[in-house]
């Protein structure tokens, strides 16, 4: 019977439902051109340990260990899994093991004779079943390699999410250490301040200044106090943050001590860059798993309007009357091979098939979004550390010049030659200066941070 069912599928495939004649409307974008064909994504290794931190080690330690959000990403990697694995199950045959039994009463005028007919008694069956659904035209291997191809996406934001939330990590770090710095800073510059007002107020007494100068020297150390307030409530809030991330809360707070990472010589760019780093980035992968998988999802939907083949068998023992169930001549066998020919669904596989056309044309078009925001995250980054170079060597000179311009400033208000609003405006401009400074610092950092994370982790191409 199997084999002619097995004969008659072909035959019957000249009566199937007619499939719809709806190509794909969306077409990927080239990878040669974007940077895409290089070695596909993998884990990059630990790159905060570059930094040279052993605090901030830790700390992204903790996140990954604990963080809620990426405890939900990898919780929907492990439900993805399950789903593959239970679509794989699917495809392969089936063997159960049933018994049963139930009290009763046979028909006078049923089937069976007397003394049967009539009679009450214990029927029984007994056996092992099987079914397999013989997959001739892949629907079923078309959707394990949908739900496949969905787990493996799951896995790729899991992984975005892992380097996310490490580069958030990084990220307040080098914010609690710009706010330090700011504040050792003001610091600096409200010492200076309260020396120069010193002076100001000695130089009332003698009668070589008026209360003018008194009072603009102290304004000037209430303000810097102002600023270095300021940069305190930052530092207070990257140790939030930084606890927050790490999945801590206040008791946290004060097991976070004063960075020693150097903003000097942070994640140092290599003289070049590979062209081809972008197929590191995990979100570009899971798009392109995506696509995959709706691809995949796709063909399942074709095979559908053909004919599906299914085979069930069951061997066992069959008697009415328990006494009897083991006899020998109480063993039964049957063979039932089935096939289903789709002719008149009413449109439901039309439906569906479109349906998963335009799933996969809305794949196509998520994965070239990710692509194109990959190649312009990269570019800005790029452009973004260029200029901030840039700044850092005019920064250098407008420092250079306004410290010198201060001591002439200083020294000259202490002979008597200049007034204080001299020395006050000097004073400003290196600390705006050295502040600026401190600022672009940071900011430099952060953009090579950006730049790794937009990379996918590495500034080295994946050895294969």
Not at 11 to 40: F, K, M, N, V, Y
Request: with cysteine.
């Amino acid at each position: 019977m199997l084999a002619v069912a097995a004969a008659a599928a072909p035959l019957a495939l000249c009566g199937c439902a007619a499939i719809p004649d709806d190509p794909p409307r969306e077409q990927p974008l080239s990878s040669d051109s974007l940077g895409l064909s290089g070695p596909a994504y993998q884990a990059p290794d630990q790159w905060w340990l570059a930094l040279g931190d052993p605090q901030l080690d830790r700390l992204v330690e903790q996140a990954l260990a604990r963080n809620p959000g990426l405890a939900g990403a990898l919780a929907r990697v492990r439900s993805a899994a399950a789903q593959a694995a239970a679509a794989g199950a699917a495809n392969d045959p089936h063997l159960a093991f049933d018994a049963d039994a139930n009290r009763e009463r046979i028909s006078e005028h049923y089937i069976f004779p007397p003394p049967y007919g009539g009679g009450t008694y214990w029927i029984a069956e007994l056996g092992l079943s099987l079914g397999w659904n013989l997959d001739f035209w892949g629907r079923q291997a078309h959707l394990i390699d949908q739900a496949e191809r969905a787990a493996q996406a799951a896995q790729f934001d899991a992984a975005a999410s892992r380097l996310l939330l490490s580069s958030s990590v990084a990220q307040s770090y080098v914010e609690l250490i710009r706010a330090r710095q700011l504040e050792d800073l003001a610091g600096q510059v409200a010492r200076q301040r309260a020396q120069v007002a010193d002076l100001a107020r000695q130089r009332v007494q003698a009668g070589l200044d008026t209360n003018v100068e008194r009072l603009s020297a102290d304004s000037g150390v209430a303000r810097i106090e102002v600023d270095r307030e300021q940069a305190r409530l930052a530092q207070a809030a990257s140790v939030h943050a930084l606890a927050a991330l790490t999945g801590g809360g206040a008791d946290d707070y004060s097991a976070i001590e004063p960075p020693s990472l150097d903003l000097e010589r942070a994640l140092p760019l290599p003289q070049a860059l590979p062209a081809d780093l972008l197929a590191h980035r995990p979100d570009v992968a899971a798009a392109q798993a995506r696509v995959l998988a709706a691809q995949a999802g796709r063909d399942s939907a074709e095979a559908a309007f053909y004919p599906n083949v299914n085979l069930a068998a069951f061997i066992g023992y069959q008697a009415v009357g328990l006494d009897r169930l083991f006899d020998s001549g109480s063993h039964t066998w049957s063979v039932a091979p089935a096939i289903h020919l789709p002719l008149f669904e009413g449109g439901r596989l039309r439906a569906d098939y479109r349906r998963a056309g335009s799933d996969l044309d809305g794949a196509v078009s998520a994965y070239n979004e990710t692509i194109l925001r990959a190649v312009r995250e990269v570019s800005d980054q790029l452009s973004r550390l260029d200029s901030i170079e840039r700044q850092l060597g005019n920064q250098s000179r407008a420092l250079e010049a306004a410290d010198a311009a201060y001591r002439i400033a200083e020294q000259r208000y202490g002979a008597g030659l200049s007034s204080y609003l001299t020395v006050l405006s000097a004073e400003t401009q290196v600390f705006e200066a050295r502040r600026q400074q401190v600022n672009l610092m940071a900011d430099r950092t952060l953009a090579r941070m950006a730049l790794l994370v937009a990379l996918g982790g590495d500034f080295q191409e994946t050895k294969p």
